[in-house]
């Protein structure tokens, strides 16, 4: 059974500062989600990862993934408010099938 | 293009009852797939339709049973609700293909499931 393992589950950090979430994954994927949920919000999509190396960028989050080391990051420079939601990794299974990590709540404070 | 809608977005329902819950996908997409986010079991996945077709199950009883129409569309059932059962109920679409190359998946806005 897939597994999936993020850390850590909450990270309150200052603006301005650089931080790197992590997800850990038990089985081979070839493909890795970052989703963002704000408070009561749905989950809006963030990065799709679907090579060994592969590392997208979007404005201060920066995903990367190793698929031989069944691990994916979420680097995030110079934090600013606006940022403070959950961030969850998921990893692709059968069809459309996404197993989800635990979340990360970040907390960007001034 | 339309994004993935939900209805009801809320809903309050007591022990016992039964409740339906409706997603429609973005046009052109062909699968869904629904979740069940609660805060102690996180995000876990209900099963998938394509097709008309359950494609994929998760682990949960068979009081949790879906549908899907041939316009895509899809509900899904609870029925002899329970207290846990209270939760944020997602859906999700993709265009649904069998390769595991690319499957993106968008998110609906959510039902809001309480159950007293």
């Known amino acids: 059974e897939l597994k999936v393992e993020q850390n850590p589950l909450f990270l309150s950090m200052q603006e301005g500062k650089n931080y790197t979430i992590y997800c850990n994954y038990s089985t081979t994927s070839d493909r890795l989600y970052w989703y963002r949920q704000d408070p009561g919000k749905s989950l809006e999509s963030l990065f799709v990862?679907?090579?060994?190396?592969a590392v997208k960028q979007e404005g201060r989050l920066m995903a990367s993934l190793d698929t031989k080391a069944r691990l994916s990051t979420l680097h995030i420079t110079a934090a600013v408010h606006d940022l403070s939601a959950t961030y969850f990794c998921a990893v692709g299974g059968t069809a459309s099938k996404l197993t989800f990590g635990t979340g990360t709540r970040l907390q960007v404070t001034l | 293009k339309a994004g993935v809608t939900q209805t009801p977005r809320y809903l309050i329902k007591t022990r016992g009852q039964q409740v339906t819950l409706s997603c429609s996908p973005i046009s052109g997409h062909r699968s869904v797939s629904w979740y069940q986010q609660t805060p102690g079991q996180g995000l876990q996945f209900l099963f998938e339709?394509?097709?008309?077709?359950?494609?994929n199950k998760g682990n949960f009883p068979g009081r949790f049973s879906g549908r899907q129409f041939s316009n895509s569309r899809s509900e899904m059932n609870v029925s002899t609700l329970e207290l846990g059962d209270s939760a944020l109920y997602l859906c999700a679409s993709s265009l649904g293909a069998t390769s595991s190359s690319y499957n993106e998946q968008f998110f609906g806005p959510g039902t809001r499931l309480t159950v007293l």
């Open positions: 990862l679907l090579s060994n190396g």
């Open positions: 339709y394509f097709s008309e077709t359950q494609r």
